[in-house]
């Protein structure tokens, strides 16, 4: 067992773009630990392993107060095998992180922080509904920094609508100046629950060309690089030894425990989900009958699984472990119609292993779909 992810379903407010689910009604954040500190009691038979991994994701973890995560820390020692050198992450937004409560979280067994800043320009900030400012963002990122956080890893986002390069330079400078350890960037997505889509559908924005796109992808590689970040993942970039563990567990095909309102599992075999409704996950927490959902995935959904995360690294897919895993026929397949992406030097086979090469990084939607068995 990887790790444990812990959904903390709150938000101040919503952001345009998010289609998380998160709440904004704090007043039940008491009874939301408790059910989640039941949840992880009542599922610590799953855990046969050492958790190698706890990840605090939401939602707004931040939201918390150290009487939450205290309770919840408690819970998750008591019942679980914690490994000595586990990641413990937590995410957080800039302005919930005063000196006070930065200071806080340092004294928590986390040591590594993630924070949601997305921009570095106050009108893109302000479009995203996000609380900070540039500046506060920046100012949050030196405050962990003093109070003894040396694993931070932030998140941008590029793709806009009205998005510039030149204002994306500007914030790939601003992020490579902060001298943190990893930053996630991801292009935006216009998901239909959210109110970003709804401006897209009335024609309020427009989307920036896929040209712009690209060419922003590429900036985003280049300078990442230049910087001393390893592409690790393809919206992942990290300084030598500040790899993601989590997530790096996840594209790895390694088992996980979901706890909270719509967090999900997976034991190799099978993915499961919790109900996606605050209300009714405290009130299981009550009765400790907690819904969740599940679905066994078959030999075809798991070798897809298996081509889609581990193309997404620069590990790239071993080719003896597909066989053995999926065996010869699906080995076959895969290799059979990666032949024309090689040739075409979008894929490259190195070591055993079948990769992404920088050209292929642009088009891996389409290649990954091409090798997936439908």
Not at 110 to 129: A, K, P, T, V, Y
């Amino acid at each position: 067992m990887a790790g444990i992810y812990l959904h903390i379903p709150f938000c101040k407010s919503r952001c345009t773009y998010c289609d998380f689910y998160t709440g904004i009604n704090e007043s039940q954040m008491d009874a939301f630990v408790d059910a989640l500190c039941t949840e992880a009691a009542l599922r610590r038979e799953e855990a046969n392993e050492p958790i190698g991994t706890i990840y605090f994701g939401g939602g707004t973890p931040s939201r918390l107060h150290r009487n939450h995560f205290e309770q919840i820390f408690d819970t998750l020692y008591r019942y679980y095998p914690i490994a000595p050198a586990a990641e413990i992450t937590v995410e957080a937004n800039p302005d919930d992180l005063t000196d006070a409560y930065a200071e806080m979280l340092g004294s928590l067994p986390f040591n590594r922080l993630s924070m949601g800043i997305q921009s570095f320009d106050n009108s893109e900030l302000q479009f995203l509904n996000r609380r900070h400012t540039a500046q506060e963002a920046i100012d949050a990122v030196r405050r962990c920094q003093q109070w003894g956080f040396d694993n931070i890893s932030i998140d941008l986002m590029y793709g806009l609508p009205g998005q510039s390069t030149a204002l994306w330079q500007h914030n790939l400078e601003q992020a490579v100046a902060l001298n943190i350890q990893h930053i996630s960037s991801y292009h935006l997505i216009y998901e239909e629950r959210t109110r970003m889509y709804r401006l897209l559908k009335t024609g309020r924005i427009t989307p920036v060309s896929e040209e712009t796109s690209r060419e922003m992808f590429a900036m985003l590689i280049d300078r990442l690089t230049a910087a001393g970040f390893i592409h690790y993942e393809i919206s992942s970039f990290a300084r030598e030894g500040f790899f993601s563990r989590h997530n790096s567990a996840y594209w790895k095909d390694v088992k996980y425990i979901g706890l909270g309102p719509s967090a999900h599992s997976y034991n190799g075999k099978s993915r499961s989900w919790n109900v996606r409704s605050i209300v009714r996950y405290n009130k299981s927490g009550e009765n400790g009958l907690f819904e969740r959902e599940q679905e066994q995935l078959s030999l075809q959904e798991r070798y897809n699984e298996f081509i889609l995360t581990g193309l997404r690294t620069m590990w790239g897919i071993d080719l003896q472990k597909l066989k053995g895993r999926f065996g010869e026929e699906l080995h076959d397949y895969c290799l059979e119609n990666a032949r024309r992406y090689i040739d075409q030097r979008l894929l490259q086979t190195e070591k055993g292993t079948l990769k992404l090469t920088r050209e292929g990084i642009f088009i891996s939607d389409g290649i990954m779909s091409d090798l997936m068995r439908v």
